[in-house]
């Protein structure tokens, strides 16, 4: 019986979170809009590249979106943390714990509908990238396992967002720090260029940081093939950051909710 | 009747060192209408979000319709629903989503629900508006929506903070009576604050003032206003007078026959008595033999702000509003509803 009562909580955050969602057209046009922005402004940018000798065989097109799945991503993780920031300030979330919905349930409801957002931008780069000629080296079942890379990575990177927010109640430090954090991972990863093409000390750089594990991932699924020893070095990261993120989320979690 | 609500010796000290509640005991019958009237910052509202499970007592117990609240918050929160004062509906959702997600929070679904649902929009008046973003809602609607979420799954009590500040005289009269209502043909036992002391006199069956965090008395309307001893008699005499002047006068004033309690208010003196209008003459040559004019002098009724004034020392209303003394509240709701 707790056990359907927990799954049902888990249904109806899940159900608002989408519902709110699925009710602002505007926010999807934007993010339509932002990822056709980034996949026409970078193969433009980079479009002779290419030509350049040592290059992947694969046009830039490939490379770029594994990168912009990322950064999309990365600025998606922060709305995650704003969300339950806004509810923790305005008092929505003193509504909601005043009924006996299960602690549990209000994040895991959330969570889950981040996912299927994250999947949603998924699906737009993925689409414009394919209209655009992109091709798909594993297909269907690659392009599956990219979901759930992308998946993946954002729900543990949101534990970082999401420790910012509880640990400040404060969006615009969620934003500056989700900001800032942004640019560097994005510009010292293999995300948007081949390691070859990046000068030694960051090629050094790239190996701790998350999104080249990410990005190469996805890549090597777009441009090669499915490559285990990458997938599962993509996987053991997000397991990491997932631990260690959402820790923390839940502890200072535990400390708003009784 | 047993009683629903039974609070010994509880004690609230914030983070911040703030003691917002200060020892306070009582206990609520179930089926009571139940009023705590109180200043700006004299710890209404921290009394409701301890007792609704939102905050963690510092001291004391409470037991809320048998369930203890360190051993079982969540059977409290089956049986209690809570308007807060700060209004807060989720502005991305239309106000008939709103309460269908609170009644599925509450565990209720199906018919059950919607019938449920579709009554309090009703009763609201919300009807025609159901369907559009809560966000899109004038602030008096807003507060309507949110006390009839917290209503939604007939709760055995209901915590109101504030209900109707915000809403126009007409909404407001609307929603004494439907709380009335909810209260004598449902049973439902009411816990409110206001600071509307005309509220408080025509709601509440029993009353408690609470001012810094202390009870400071309780009862029936009509007792506490017993206690006042009589009538008030509202003197105003020259504001240039000395102070020596002014403390002979309430001096001598303290010592007519009848007169309990002196006090004094923005307004001027006022002096309770039991059959104030025989005093009035005796009142008149005393301030002559002073020698401080008398600018005006009337009689009223005594009034559950009397019974403010003498057990706190200040009007609920005038200063208290802007002493500043109450944090903002979040979400900026509050700001503009005075
Ligand atoms: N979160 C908080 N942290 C620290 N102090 C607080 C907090 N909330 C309230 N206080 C303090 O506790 C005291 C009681 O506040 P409370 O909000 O309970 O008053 P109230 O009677 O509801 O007042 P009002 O009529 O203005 O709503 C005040 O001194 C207030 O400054
Ligand atoms: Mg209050």
């Known amino acids: 019986m707790s056990v359907v009562e927990s799954l049902r909580d888990v249904g109806y955050v899940f159900g608002r979170a989408q519902a709110k969602f699925w009710g ?32 992947p065989t694969a046009g830039y097109l490939e490379i770029a979106v594994g990168g912009i799945l990322f950064l999309n991503t990365l600025n998606s993780t922060m709305q995650s943390a704003n969300a339950i920031v806004d509810e923790l300030n305005t008092g929505y979330l003193a509504n909601i714990l005043v009924t006996p919905v299960k602690r549990s349930a209000i994040l895991l409801g959330r969570v889950l509908s981040d996912g299927v957002r994250y999947a949603c931008q998924t699906s737009i780069v993925l689409g414009i990238a394919f209209l655009m000629g992109a091709t798909f080296a594993t297909g269907v079942p690659g392009v599956l396992v990219i979901y759930l890379i992308v998946v993946g990575f954002g729900v543990a990177w949101s534990g970082l967002t999401m420790t910012v927010g509880l640990a400040t109640k404060s969006n615009e430090t969620v934003s500056v720090v989700g900001t800032l954090l942004t640019f560097p991972l994005m510009f010292t990863s293999t995300a948007l260029l081949p390691v070859s093409f990046l000068p030694r000390w960051m090629q050094t750089v790239t190996q701790y940081n998350p999104i080249s594990y990410m990005s190469d991932a996805a890549r090597s699924l777009m441009v090669s093939g499915f490559d285990g020893t990458v997938l599962l070095q993509a996987f053991a990261v997000i397991g990491l950051i997932l631990v260690l993120t959402w820790s923390s989320t839940l502890w200072l979690f535990r400390s708003v909710v009784r | 009747m047993s009683d629903i609500i039974v609070v010994e010796d509880l004690v609230e000290v914030y983070a911040s060192g703030t003691r917002a509640i200060d020892g306070i005991s009582f206990r609520v019958p179930e089926g009571e209408f139940f009023g705590f009237l109180g200043p700006n910052g004299a710890g209404k509202s921290t009394t409701i979000k301890v007792l609704s499970t939102l905050l963690r007592k510092t001291s004391g117990s409470v037991t809320i319709g048998g369930h203890d609240l360190e051993q079982d918050p969540d059977g409290i929160r089956r049986i209690i629903g809570v308007q807060s004062q700060e209004t807060v509906v989720d502005g991305d959702l239309s106000g008939r989503k709103n309460l269908l997600f609170q009644g599925h929070l509450q565990r209720m679904q199906g018919p059950a629900l919607q019938s449920r649902v579709e009554e309090l929009l009703d009763l609201m008046e919300l009807k025609e508006a159901a369907d559009r973003k809560a966000r899109q809602y004038s602030g008096g609607m807003k507060r309507r929506l949110a006390l009839a979420a917290a209503l939604v799954h007939r709760p055995r009590l209901v915590f109101l903070d504030e209900p109707t500040t915000g809403l126009d005289p007409q909404s407001r009269a609307k929603v004494w009576g439907y709380l009335s209502k909810l209260n004598k043909e449902e049973g439902t036992t009411v816990f409110l604050t206001t600071q509307y002391l005309e509220e408080a006199d025509k709601l509440c069956r029993e009353l408690s003032i609470i001012d810094r965090g202390k009870i400071v008395a309780s009862g029936s309307p009509a007792d506490l206003k017993e206690q006042i001893g009589g009538e008030a008699i509202i003197l105003t005499p020259d504001p240039d007078a000395g102070a020596g002047a002014r403390e002979a006068l309430e001096g001598r004033l303290r010592a007519l026959p009848g007169v309990g309690k002196v006090v004094e208010a923005d307004s001027g003196l006022v002096v309770y008595a039991r059959q104030a209008s025989r005093l009035v003459p005796e009142i008149v040559t005393l301030f002559r033999g002073v020698g401080v004019r008398l600018d005006s002098i009337s009689l009223a009724a005594p ?20 002493s500043g003394a109450a944090p903002a509240p979040v979400g900026g709701v509050r700001g503009g509803v005075y």
């Open chain 1, 24 to 55: 602002s057209p505007i926010r999807i046009f934007f993010q339509l809009f932002g990822a056709l922005m980034f996949l026409v402004l970078f193969t433009q940018l980079f479009s002779k590249l290419s030509d350049l000798p040592g290059f």
């Open chain 2, 303 to 322: 009034t559950l702000d009397d019974v403010f004034l003498q057990k706190t020392g200040s009007r609920i209303r005038g200063e208290d509003l802007t």
